[in-house]
């Protein structure tokens, strides 16, 4: 019973923590272009990546 006055607050805090973390990437704007990035792989680059000497 001891146990869950530590758990208890830890969690609530743990979850906050969470909480403000997922609320400062949506304001960041890093939900605002979700199928950008699984289209840009279908486009070729402009320029070639330089041949590697072996």
């Given at each position: 019973?001891?146990?869950l006055l530590f758990l208890?607050?830890?969690a609530l805090l743990?979850?906050?923590l969470?909480?403000?973390?997922?609320l400062w990437a949506v304001r960041?704007?890093?939900f605002e272009d979700l199928d950008g990035s699984a289209t840009r792989i279908?486009?070729?680059d402009e320029t070639p990546l330089?041949?590697?000497r072996t």
């Open positions: 019973m001891n146990s208890i607050p830890a743990l979850g906050g969470g909480l403000c973390a997922f960041d704007g890093q279908l486009y070729e330089p041949k590697r």
